[in-house]
């Protein structure tokens, strides 16, 4: 089953990142350490192989992508060696990389994205095309009437000022052409009522939002574990250091309001309350894509006894989300195929903000990903 | 469905915190917090209640319990004027609790112990008494011929030298007074082949061993994380600093061996492989039931990148384990009545070296706990 | 040599632990921990012993004292046997505490508060009288060109405007009365060009700003670590969670900056360069009066080799403040007996954000300290 | 003032990271970071400087210098780059590099490194030669009566049995071939009675033990903070876990020992009382050359207030090293030019655990060290 995976910010650490590694995996350089389906549970037939990804996307920024991998490799996220070794395979990805298009209406820019993506399936003679946003997080979006409708959206999208912030207007050309829809990042992307109307309309599914690869991952553990033994959480108070490209971003508020926001559900949606302290983000640049992570809760047992837990995390983003952007392709792709529509609940557990009501402990999320992958492939379902 | 706890180290910290919390829930002082069977999720009719529980039991100390509870409360463990409150309902359990027995042959201690439990049995009229041991960690005992034989044990523990440790002794006379066993400490306790024979002979369940209730807690559910994410675990590596009763005894090289054995299964049973280092138990006085306990995880991710976390744990160890205790009782109890035979892995949850195969992911562990409970008083079940 | 220790803010946390603490040590019941001058190196007969300080003060809120012990008690500050052994003793001290003075014009006020501080040196015939600021912090007040020159100011002060913030105007009032001054929060106080002149004009010490009880008091011990090996610190980075009176008023912004200033200079002054990196505080209820601050530091040594160091503080702020109080009010009156005037540079020792060009490395600061005493009391010098 | 450094224990990281460090500093390559001497307040024309050092060694290994730097760079202590570059001179050194030798009497083997010596120092027309062992750690010898006595010693070297460890051995030869010695190790090396009567024979100087590069460091530090506030040091206990060759050689009981009553020194010594809690080194293979040590810290303050503080330290020991390595080449050789004999006591600043009655709060040690250098050049000082 050949998947292409178009990736809104091609050019970017979590892209490139996720490029270089199935290339390498491919080649035999290095294990699948990190990619979610290669663990024994979870490996199926009906899933895309990792040699079957195709890459390509867009992004608003030139620089090549073997400039971006010594980049990489000079900051220790990717072995300059590894990054040496895949360099021809990713000078061919290269040329699958187009500017993000422009146009005078947004109508315009929609249809040229999907213009692009329909010569990257031709082109590679791709079963189908998931399209994966990992691209700079924006703000919130102003609120607009046209959200909340499809036709009044195609209407508005017609007109001459900007109705979409741009992860939902890659989202709408990618439905309106097919391709399956995951937002990687916190961003609006399909999650607006229209346009769930038009991943319906169309039959395909869509998933997100925003990777779950530090604090939130230990959170949506430990938090389980305070539940079960009947433990009282008083107060959950982090803060996230990080440096990359991301962390630059997340330093403007309305990003870091987004992100921090994601960050915090998964407290109140496990534990049935929310206990006092607020999760901050912190740009400090020289960390680069080595972010700290430190949480301290607080909590009370029999009697009344007051207890504490520290942790610290110390991960390289790029290289927990690049597997994970793998997964996604994968499993996405194989979601399409066994034909769900709508948003990809199953996929909660890979997300700090899943779509739906789903459970936000990560073992039940687990549990939902494994019956969902067994559903893909079990017979009878169309293949 | 009234239940006798009668347990072994009735005057240690770990019982005294657990009679005092179940009387000051009782009288409406305190929420049962930490304790797991009041989560709405286990609720269930076919337990008996916090307030059906009667305490006795056997200990070696003849500190009286009120002069202990001062004590926890001098330490913080407790609030002075809970145990101020249920000062007179504390003195009537004072009643019950006898010195250890002594006699000239091991079998004759275990005619006294059984006394010992029918008295207290007929005196309340309790349906039956659950017997958990919390006395002092033992050393591992020499291997003896007749720990694998009933009759072989039943013969030898007739002859003038010690066969069993004080922890079998305890189970094999439990057993055979017609009372369920359940070991919260590492000790040998009901696992000899032996005495798992004397139990199905019995009909009795047992459980053990070693209550889960700090670094452990934390392992069994981070360890599964690591999995699920297919992320590799290099090293974890653990200090556990603590002062006590409990902990004074674990300065000893043999109880701490047992003990740090108890704390690495989990890795191994959850991860599929032993990482490097070790799990150490420090004695420091000065802390007392304050038990720090630090962690170093040191782990791999895609393309090899070395990433780690730390967490500490600063809890109180007669706090988180009294709750257990009552839930164990009530577990067991239920079991009993339910016609439970042999060890219960069900109460995997709640140990640090679960007795038979059972999953050691805590969220595992604790659907299996779920399910037991809901079969326990399924209709149909006799009660 | 009696000296009367004048607090304004004298219903607070920091002002009620310390009056408790020194009826207390007066009274043999607790020993002098945490009180500098009473270590072997420091004790020195110029200094007024802590049995001769007599306290009052000022304060906005009238909740009395022994509410506010009470409080204390119950929230684990100091001991609830303390706080009733001191019962009468602070009830005396209930006498001397008035509210802070009103009227038309702050001349007014700053009159009236003279009175209060007259009153007091009178009734009880002290030989001097310390004024300290444990107040609330402020926000950093507009600049007004009054502030530049003791003659504009007195006359401002006369206008119906508001031309200094409380803590300066306590300030004002004090040194006009013939009192010392010092700042324990990092409010502006006496840090005017206008009261240095009137100070001046007094023949009078002051002292401040903001008391180092925690992450900075460890800052000015590791930075000079890192300058002594030549270890380069590249980023710096921590957050402060506390509760308390305090943490409310900083979760206000302004206050926030004030304070975040204050724990920032000790790097740039003792590293010779600004590291990246913030300190944040964060206000959780729940944590009162006990502060956890994390830090993570991450240097370069030889070769360019990456390390890392994190801590964390789980201080008593209260406790950790209270005798220092005790400390500036002995070493401010020595300092005014021994005839110094001007900003008191050799309390540096206590200070986030010490006055005038002093080291800020913890040891230097405590050899400064160490040669002030000695010199208030060397031979010849005015006693 | 050309000055030969010759190694114990050439061909050990410590070792190869400091000569490559001191030929890519030389070649401008790379920052002196990490040489205390480079700091502004210590640099002082009477010392050697960096580019003066000649290198040389014994080991009982044979692995070639450029395949430990290729090992070293693999790991990620030195960057490959660097290695790369000073390869040419790299080799030169392994010429200087000469295996220990063996003999039938310990006379002889010291006669032969004596002689090793001397042909280093004519062929470089050396001014003269610090030995300084990094060589692994030894465990504590047998005491013996020779030991005491130096003419006992000559005698009892000539017999077959060995009667001192390799380290004293070589102190023995160093000082007999008129070369200081330095043991940057917890070994006994110069420190016997016999021996310290030979440097004072012979007018050469002596310095030691255990270099300081990590939890030690941090200790020192913060052990005079809590002095300085009065505040009382509850426990204070430690986990080292260290891979490497030193790692390894550390698991061995013995050595452990040695080194973990080095490192609790500097508690006893600068609180006036040991607190409780013990230091623990454990080997973890994996962790390599990169140390994670965790401390935790418990204090009592004013009114008996209970606090702590935890702090974790990751660093790399060779890169922490080595330039201390340079520095105390450099010192000793500028010591024994300005006629210094016997213990160097003003090197405290650089040991776990130093010779002589000395200082162990690092800020005076700062100083000691200080007014050394100065002194080294002072007028009038023989160069
Ligand atoms: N790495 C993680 O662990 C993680 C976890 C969750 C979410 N995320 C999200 O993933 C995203 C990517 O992270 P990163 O570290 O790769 O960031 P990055 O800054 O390295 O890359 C972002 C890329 O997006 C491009 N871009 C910006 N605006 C665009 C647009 N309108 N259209 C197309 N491309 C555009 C940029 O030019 C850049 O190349 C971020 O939004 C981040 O918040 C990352
Ligand atoms: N608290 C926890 O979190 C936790 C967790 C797991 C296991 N445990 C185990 O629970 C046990 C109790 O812990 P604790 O803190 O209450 O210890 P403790 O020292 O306060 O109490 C132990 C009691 O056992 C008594 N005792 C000793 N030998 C006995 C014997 N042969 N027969 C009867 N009584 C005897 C002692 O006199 C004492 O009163 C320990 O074995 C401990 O390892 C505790
Ligand atoms: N505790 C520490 O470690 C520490 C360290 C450095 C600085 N400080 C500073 O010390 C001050 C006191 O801290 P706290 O914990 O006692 O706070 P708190 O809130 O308990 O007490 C402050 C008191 O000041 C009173 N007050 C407010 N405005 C006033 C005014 N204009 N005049 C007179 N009284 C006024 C309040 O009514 C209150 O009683 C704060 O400014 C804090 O920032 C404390
Ligand atoms: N790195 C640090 O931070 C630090 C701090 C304090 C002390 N030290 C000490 O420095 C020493 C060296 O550490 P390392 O990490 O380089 O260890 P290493 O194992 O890499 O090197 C030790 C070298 O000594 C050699 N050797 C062993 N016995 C010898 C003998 N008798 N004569 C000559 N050579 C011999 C070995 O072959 C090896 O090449 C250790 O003793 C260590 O405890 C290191
Ligand atoms: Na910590
Ligand atoms: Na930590």
Not at 135 to 143: D, K
Request: glycine share 10%.
């Amino acid at each position: 089953m050949s998947t292409g995976v178009w990736l809104i910010g091609a050019r970017g650490s979590v892209a490139v990142t996720s490029m270089i590694g199935a290339l390498a995996v491919r080649a035999g350089l290095t294990a699948p350490t990190g990619c979610v389906l290669e663990s024994p549970a979870l490996r199926n037939d009906a899933l895309p192989r990792l040699g079957d990804l195709v890459f390509g996307g867009h992004d608003v920024s030139s620089v090549p992508l073997d400039k971006k991998a010594a980049a990489l490799a000079e900051a220790g996220i990717l072995p300059a060696r590894l990054a040496e070794a895949v360099r021809d395979a990713l000078f061919e990805i290269e040329q699958q990389v187009r500017p993000l298009p422009v146009g005078a209406t947004q109508a315009e820019v929609a249809r040229e994205i999907g213009a692009d993506l329909d010569t990257f399936r031709r082109r590679h003679r791709l079963d189908r095309v998931v399209v994966i946003n990992v691209s700079t997080t924006e703000p919130a979006p102003p609120p607009h009437p046209a959200h909340a409708d499809l036709d009044a959206l195609r209407a508005a999208l017609d007109g001459p000022d900007p109705v979409l912030p741009p992860s939902s207007l890659a989202a709408y050309a990618a439905l309106l052409a097919g391709c399956p829809y995951v937002d990687f990042t916190p961003s609006t992307g399909a999650r607006l009522p229209a346009l769930d109307a038009l991943a319906r309309a169309q039959g395909l599914p869509y998933g997100g939002h925003d990777g779950k690869t530090g604090e939130t991952l230990v959170k949506s553990v430990l938090a389980p574990m305070f539940v079960q033994r009947n433990l009282r959480v008083r107060t959950w108070s982090g803060i996230n250091l990080l440096g990359g490209g991301d962390g630059a971003n997340l330093a403007e508020p309305a990003a870091n309001a987004a992100k921090s926001a994601s960050k915090q559900r998964v407290l109140a949606e496990t534990l049935g309350y929310q206990p006092q302290g607020d999760t901050r983000i912190d740009f400090v640049e020289d960390l680069d894509d080595f972010k700290t992570a430190w949480d301290l809760i607080t909590f009370e047992g029999f009697l009344g006894t007051r207890m504490r837990m520290e942790f610290s995390w110390h991960g390289c983003d790029s290289a927990l989300a690049a597997p994970l952007i793998l997964d996604l392709a994968r499993l996405t792709s194989a979601a399409h195929q066994a034909g769900r529509v709508g948003p990809l609940t199953e996929l909660a557990f890979f997300f700090k903000d899943p779509l739906g009501q789903v459970p936000h402990a990560l073992s039940d999320q687990w549990q939902v990903l494994r019956d969902a992958v067994a559903s893909y492939g079990a017979p009878g379902t169309p293949r």
